[in-house]
């Protein structure tokens, strides 16, 4: 029998909304698994109304909602993940793919002898040839590599689904929320610790961004202006390719690319990018992409489901006065 | 100080992954030094440069072929490299074993103060040998890191995170993983290439004695699917978005 635990990530207690796509997630595996459960822990101080009626399906949310928890804290983490593994003789423990989940799970691992899986696309087929089988692309997107893991312990950092917007499962059925008893150990002062945390004011980041607005070296320094008046626009957020970060036009957090962040928006504008292999390996999973450049035969076009050839600097201004016009009727 | 810094080798961007009857080839693949490991060892040599008397040593589990890329790590900064040589192929469970077996061989009993490591390999992009190495030698560890202090008692480091970034306080022995960002790698001298052939790298055995935790059942090419449409302009392009998904 398969038990799944998903780790609820918060910030500034706040529930992240990729862990909420995971829990989902984790419910529909558990649904095409008969006799498979699905509990959770969310790990820190966080308002649970905002889990209300979101994650469906069945299953316990257990909440460490000590201040102790509000900064990540590798080792108070570590202690609790294993804890709650125990407690609920959990088989599968998924992540969704995060920066938290990046330092976490690699030490959760060892402590658990378990089976690491980082960045990966847990789909239907994950049950399949014995069980616990996902994807992800190598070698800068040009292959698609198949891993299995090899022992009774599993643990998976899962990436999002772009094209597909998931849906609450309806069954009608309601997680309940047990507050766990503060643990003894979380007075203790364990190294490393977080000090400070500190959120850039009003950007939206791009490896969470459900549309995202990317611009190369052809858009100039100045050209950026354009793509943050569009991203603020639909909502979105601003990315760039490496040379315009090089060049310092924009902060290396926007950066996308096989040296920069991955990303999987629902859609993805790349103006005035060429689609170097380096670039192209981190948008392997966006969902609808559109492309603006000059050189008709730009390798972006390759990826593309939109086209537009011309100027950004003549385009741009049109597209964004289209969409104002459009956001304004509806 | 003593800082070791763990080094592997990718295929170079520019090299194309080539599949032959179904199945991988990377015959025709140049390998290079990961580009995150440039910049684990441009730190570790600041460092290095900072507080007398200190010793980089690089560890490197590859085949013997990696040595080049090791004469370049000398010459960056380097002072000694160990090249493990196995042909075996290891999960990322089975090399942070070898890897920690390699770095308590060589220091004894004493870890090394510093240990850094790229984020991670950019062919298979796992980001997991550093933090489990970290957790096999019983160091504190940090991923991903875009800024460092060290002095003589601790370490001061920050550390990107969504929308925002983390700043941690940490004491040594340390490992680190490290983000593009956190400097940038110096070139190389003809002097420095001159002075790293004097530089010893050691070829050393290493012997698998983990199993592995994680196995690749396939690797095969993948086919892009995408058809491109071409608009005429604007206008046409937000018909078609607004009409496709409920994007906005
Ligand atoms: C180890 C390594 C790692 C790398 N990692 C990354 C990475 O993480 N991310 C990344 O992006 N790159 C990465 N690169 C760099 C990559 O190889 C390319 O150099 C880079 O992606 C090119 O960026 P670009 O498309 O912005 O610029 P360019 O290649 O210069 O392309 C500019 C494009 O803009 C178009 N253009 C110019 N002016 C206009 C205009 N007025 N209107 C419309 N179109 C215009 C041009 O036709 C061209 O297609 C890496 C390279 C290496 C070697
Ligand atoms: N075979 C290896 N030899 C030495 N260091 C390695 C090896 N594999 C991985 N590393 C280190 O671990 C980092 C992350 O690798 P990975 O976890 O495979 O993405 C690399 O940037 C290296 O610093």
Redesign the interface.
């Known amino acids: 029998m398969n038990t799944f635990l998903v780790f609820l990530e918060q910030?500034e207690g706040v529930v992240?909304k990729s862990s909420i796509d995971t829990w989902n997630r984790a419910q529909e595996l558990a649904a095409l698994h008969p006799g498979a459960a699905v509990s959770a822990l969310l790990v820190g101080p966080a308002s649970t109304r905002q889990l209300d009626g979101c994650p469906g399906g069945n299953g316990v949310i257990y909440h460490a909602n000590e201040e102790a928890f509000r900064?990540?804290n590798?080792e108070h983490y570590t202690r609790l993940v294993v804890e709650t593994m125990k407690r609920v003789a959990a088989t599968t423990l998924f992540f969704a793919d995060?920066?938290?989940s990046?330092?976490l799970?690699?030490?959760l691992?060892?402590?658990l002898k378990?089976?690491?899986?980082?960045?990966c696309a847990v789909d239907d087929a994950w049950g399949e040839?014995g069980g616990g089988?996902c994807q992800?692309?190598?070698?800068?997107?040009?292959?698609?590599?198949?891993?299995?893991?090899?022992?009774p312990l599993k643990i998976y950092t899962c990436t999002p689904r772009a094209s597909r917007?998931s849906s609450p499962i309806t069954s009608g059925a309601r997680a309940s929320v047990v507050v766990l008893e503060p643990s003894s150990s979380t007075s203790e002062e364990l190294?490393?610790?977080?000090?400070?945390?500190?959120?850039?004011e009003g950007?939206?980041?791009v490896?969470?961004a459900?549309?995202i607005v990317a611009g190369g070296r052809g858009m100039g320094r100045a050209g950026f202006g354009l793509l943050e008046a569009l991203a603020r626009l639909?909502?979105g957020a601003v990315g760039a390719s490496r040379p315009v970060v090089d060049e310092g036009w924009r902060p290396?957090?926007e950066?996308i690319g096989?040296?920069?962040k991955?990303v999987a928006p629902?859609?993805y504008l790349a103006c005035a990018i060429s689609g170097a292999?380096?670039h192209l390996a981190a948008i392997?999973s966006a969902?609808?992409?559109?492309?603006i450049n000059c050189d008709p035969h730009a390798p972006i076009?390759?990826?593309?489901?939109?086209?537009?050839?011309g100027d950004v600097h003549l385009?741009l201004p049109?597209?964004i006065?289209?969409?104002r016009?459009?956001?304004k009727k509806? | 100080m003593h800082i070791a810094v763990c080094l592997c080798q990718v295929?170079d961007?520019a090299s194309?992954?080539d599949?032959f009857e179904g199945a991988?080839d990377l015959s025709r693949v140049n390998g290079v030094m990961n580009?995150?490991d440039e910049y684990a060892l441009e730190e570790a040599v600041r460092i290095k440069e900072r507080f007398e008397g200190s010793q980089v040593t690089l560890f490197c589990i590859a085949p013997s072929s990696a040595k080049e890329m090791l004469r370049k790590a000398l010459a960056m900064g380097g002072d000694r490299a160990l090249l493990f040589s196995t042909t075996e192929p290891a999960d990322?469970?089975q090399t942070?074993g070898m890897l920690s077996r390699a770095i308590t061989d060589y220091y004894g009993e004493v870890l090394p103060d510093l240990v850094f490591c790229g984020k991670h390999s950019?062919?298979?992009?796992?980001?997991?040998?550093?933090?489990?190495l970290?957790?096999?030698l019983g160091m504190?560890?940090?991923?991903?890191i875009?800024k460092l202090e060290a002095s003589r008692a601790g370490i001061h480091?920050e550390?990107?995170?969504?929308?925002?970034?983390?700043?941690?306080?940490?004491?040594y022995p340390?490992l680190f993983s490290v983000?593009?960002?956190l400097n940038v790698p110096r070139k190389t001298t003809i002097k420095a290439v001159m002075e790293a052939r004097k530089k010893p790298i050691d070829l050393l055995p290493v012997t698998l004695s983990e199993?592995?935790?994680?196995?690749?059942?396939?690797?095969?090419?993948?086919v892009?699917e995408?058809?491109?449409?071409?608009?005429q302009?604007?206008?046409e392009?937000?018909l078609?978005?607004?009409h496709?998904?409920?994007?906005?």
């Open positions: 910030r992240k900064l990540y590798p995060t920066a938290l990046r330092d799970a690699p030490r691992s060892v402590r378990a089976s690491l899986l980082t960045g040839n089988c992800r692309p190598v070698y800068s997107g040009a292959a698609i590599a198949s891993f299995a893991p090899c022992r917007i190294f490393p610790l977080v000090r400070r945390m500190a959120m850039h950007v939206r980041d490896a969470e459900r549309i639909l909502g290396h957090a950066q096989q040296t920069g991955t629902a859609l292999p380096q392997g969902g609808i992409v559109v492309a076009f390759d990826v593309a489901d939109y086209a537009l050839v385009l049109k597209l006065e289209e969409f016009e459009f956001l509806r | 295929p961007t194309v992954i599949f991988l580009p995150f990322t469970f942070a950019t062919d298979f992009q796992s980001a997991q040998v550093p933090l489990m970290a957790e096999l504190e560890s940090v991923s991903a875009i480091v550390r990107e995170i969504e929308g925002g970034i983390e700043s941690l306080e940490l004491h340390a983000e593009k960002g199993s592995s935790c994680v196995t690749i059942t396939s690797i095969k090419p993948f892009r995408k058809k491109c449409r071409v608009v302009d604007p206008k392009l937000v078609l978005l607004t496709a998904e409920a994007l906005f």
